[in-house]
């Protein structure tokens, strides 16, 4: 994967500008903002042409292209609406549109320049870091099994914003660090969970997490083979991946950016590499999308990633449970039943529902790093699709402040979450006549039930559970967006206490 560097730049008149794309911000109105006046003039008053024209007026998701003139070979203006209204999403939209338009250009460098804006804007870092992150994700295509003849590389290697008058040099450079780290992380997210399932296997993620470790030094990796599991007692996990050729993993990745000593926030991931359902096989149609199955695990490697890209003065353990659920003679069939590491015995009424599986063991077997919070990020249920489509990441938690850290993280980073109830009532679904608890629920609201399965297991300590199967990856165009990366960056930034 090539990178793209962004960097933070002071501001120049426009005629010392040496870049092969200049961008600028405009504030919707009808006239040309006088400290764009330089630029107008430079480029022979083809921008304030275009707003006379009506070609342009600076509305949030519009772009035009002019030709440069001196050391500009061409310019983009961007629309961003009205300064005074803009909220987390105009923002962001106007990132989008900035960063698509720019991607797509034949530029190698860009130069940005918020010149058209003034200091109404309540919130500068938010556009920076939101610009940063967007071009980031923007850059990102997965190539690993194409042909290079069909995907080129992208033109653009480098970027500069100028925050102009909106804040200064400190504020910029933390704000485009902030949002860039948070967009390689999505990206490593992305490439995990793109990646298909004869590549992505659980020793393909046990391999990704060593490499992470060698890549920085103050990250570390430690593998559990399935004897080690089962010498731990976790026989719910290796119940799911009995039916594979390829052996279950557990994966722990600790980031210490703060001192030996300080308790770790622990970020649990689902890593089912690929989900067939098992004995209880899915249906054919789209069955190909279960490789995005690891969704959970992918955000726990580029989450961890960019906590370690923005040194951030906490400690951090991942807890990836790695498993491909496959259908054969030695698989787990409906009616077993299986002793957890925790005591608990489940009996697996549906091997379909192998996350909550794998994933109540690794949540026991998070609780010896005696975490501050642990919040599990899986591909859980397509229950949470019914209900909140791929707009909103489920939330469910046994702690109100965590709960809510999470959803105005979700706010901040524009990558929301809404929760939902595990109210007791919900529990009596899972009861079960042949063991402590059933692995699925008999009356509805599957998500509720699957967040009130994995509760069980989360009892000693603060516990959020983010249900991604809606939010992981999309359907058309197929792939995967690296979602909650930025709402899981965010949470880690306000516990660091770094915004
Ligand atoms: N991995 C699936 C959930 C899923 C579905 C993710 C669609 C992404 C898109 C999960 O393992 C599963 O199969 N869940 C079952 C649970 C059911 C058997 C109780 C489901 O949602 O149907
Ligand atoms: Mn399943
Ligand atoms: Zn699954």
């Not at 983009?76 to 991607?103: N, W, Y």
């Not at 067939?276 to 199955?293: R, W, Y």
């Not at 039943?337 to 994933?359: C, H, P, Q, W, Y």
């Not at 000693?460 to 909650?484: Q, V």
Request: glycine share 10%.
């Amino acid at each position: 994967m090539a990178n793209l560097t962004i960097s933070a730049k002071t501001a120049a008149p426009p005629e010392n500008i040496k870049t092969q794309a200049l961008v600028a911000l405009l504030p919707e109105r009808k006239t040309l903002a006088p400290s764009l006046k330089p630029l107008d003039t430079l480029l022979g008053g083809t921008v304030s042409r275009s707003l006379k024209n009506g070609d342009f007026a600076g509305s949030i998701g519009t772009h035009i292209w002019l030709p440069g003139a001196g050391k500009i070979d061409r310019v983009l203006l961007v629309g961003c609406g009205d300064p005074g209204k803009q909220t987390t999403s105009s923002i962001k939209k106007m990132s989008e549109t900035l960063s698509r338009a720019l991607i797509n250009s034949p530029a190698a460098d860009a130069h940005i320049v918020m010149d058209g804006l003034t200091q109404k804007l309540k919130a500068p870092q938010t556009l920076l870091e939101q610009i940063s992150l967007q071009l980031t994700l923007a850059h990102y295509q997965y190539s690993h099994t194409l042909n290079k003849r069909k995907k080129p590389p992208r033109s653009l290697k480098r970027a500069s914003i100028s925050p102009g008058v909106l804040c200064s040099m400190g504020v910029a450079r933390r704000a485009i660090l902030a949002g860039s780290a948070t967009g390689h992380g999505a990206n490593l997210t992305r490439e995990l969970v793109n990646l298909p399932g004869n590549i992505c296997t659980p020793k393909h993620l046990a391999s990704e997490a060593r490499k992470l470790a060698r890549s920085d030094a103050s990250v570390t990796t430690t593998v559990l083979d399935e004897r080690k599991m089962a010498e731990l007692g976790m026989h719910s996990l290796l119940s799911v991946g009995n039916g594979s050729e390829q052996p279950s993993q557990l994966i722990i990745i600790k980031y210490q950016g703060a001192a030996s000593t300080a308790r770790p926030y622990c970020l649990v991931g689902k890593g089912i590499t690929f989900d067939t359902g098992g004995i209880s096989l899915k249906p054919g149609a789209k069955m190909d999308e279960m490789k995005f199955d690891m969704g959970g695990a992918g955000s726990v490697f580029g989450a961890m990633k960019a906590a370690s890209l923005m040194k951030l003065p906490i400690n951090i353990v991942g807890v990836i449970a790695a498993a491909e659920n496959m259908p054969s003679g030695r698989a787990t069939k409906p009616g077993d039943v299986v002793t957890s590491m925790s005591g608990k015995t489940i009996e697996i009424l549906n091997t379909d529902a192998e996350g909550r599986l794998v994933l109540c063991d690794a949540l026991t077997y998070a609780a010896r790093f005696s975490p501050v919070e642990v919040i599990d990020i899986a591909t859980l249920t397509g229950a949470i699709i019914v209900s909140l489509g791929q707009e909103a990441t489920g939330i469910f938690s046994n702690d109100d402040h965590l709960a809510n850290s999470l959803l105005s993280a979700g706010e901040r980073s524009h990558d929301r979450g809404w929760r939902f109830p595990i109210w007791e009532e919900y529990h009596r679904q899972l009861d079960s006549p042949f063991a402590d608890l059933a692995n699925i629920g008999a009356g509805g609201a599957g998500s509720i039930t699957a967040a009130c399965f994995l509760s069980q297991f989360a009892e000693d300590y603060k516990w959020a559970h983010l249900d991604i199967a809606g939010t992981a990856f999309r359907s058309a165009p197929k792939g995967a967006t690296g979602r909650p990366v930025p709402m899981l960056v965010q949470y880690l930034r306000e516990r660091a206490g770094v915004l």
